[in-house]
């Protein structure tokens, strides 16, 4: 399985994300609006891309991933940091998010399980978030990359509380398949083209044989995934 894929990528894997989702999450969504990526940090940029105009503005959180403000900085935008704290389980304090949103701000960062602090959004912060995306108008980028190594209960997707997300994930956590290089973007349906031609003229697809491996893990590899947390654990 050598050859080119299509630029969203095999649909076979896109299925299956789906699929995933409706196990996971309770959340029915479209496989058209999965987009495949040579690991979760390619989406980035088709998420920020395909979003973002000069000087439009993304909230997240400080500290955060410190890759998250070198792609909107690349790509022309400001990021905007709210602190986050350990007192508060290092989640977002919902009034001060609030605050930072201007005329520019196009979306919310989120990371839960977070990297670099560990910390878990649970359903409620998810929701407040929802809530102020649709009421500002505005988006959710949620990084999803950890969500299967939480040690208590279940992991939250954005996608149960908005339509008005992107979700990133992929397979180098989870399924500790790191050097593989593959990951996926959920994109709302007016996002995907734009999203899909940014793919196109800057990496054509991710590799044919690593996405049909992809496939395998998410559909074969859930009890590997439920060992390998405990020794974690």
Avoid at 98 to 124: F, H, Q, W, Y
């Amino acid at each position: 399985e050598t050859g080119y894929t299509p630029s969203l990528g095999l649909p076979d894997l896109r299925d299956a994300v789906a699929y995933r989702a409706r196990d996971d999450y309770g959340v029915d969504i479209d496989p058209g609006s999965v987009i495949v990526t040579q690991g979760t940090s390619p989406a980035m940029l088709l998420l920020f891309g395909s979003l973002l105009d000069p000087g439009d503005e993304v909230i997240m959180p400080d500290p955060c991933y410190p890759a998250y403000p070198n792609y909107v900085n690349f790509l022309g935008g400001a990021p905007v940091p709210v602190r986050v704290r350990a007192e508060d389980g290092f989640r977002y304090r919902i009034d001060e998010v609030e605050r930072a949103i201007t005329p520019r701000t196009k979306a919310i960062m989120c990371n839960s399980p977070s990297n670099p602090t560990g910390g878990v959004l649970g359903p409620d912060d998810l929701a407040h978030l929802a809530r102020l995306a649709e009421e500002r108008g505005i988006w959710l980028a949620s990084d999803e990359i950890y969500h299967g190594l939480q040690f208590e209960g279940r992991a939250h997707s954005a996608l149960e509380f908005t339509d008005r997300a992107f979700v990133l994930n992929g397979f180098s956590k989870a399924y500790a398949m790191t050097g593989w290089r593959l990951g996926y973007m959920i994109a709302p349906p007016q996002f995907v083209r734009p999203a899909e031609k940014i793919q196109q003229n800057f990496f054509l697809c991710a590799s044919n044989f690593v996405q049909v491996a992809g496939t395998a893990a998410l559909l074969r590899a859930q009890d590997d995934v439920a060992r390998m947390r405990e020794v974690y654990d």
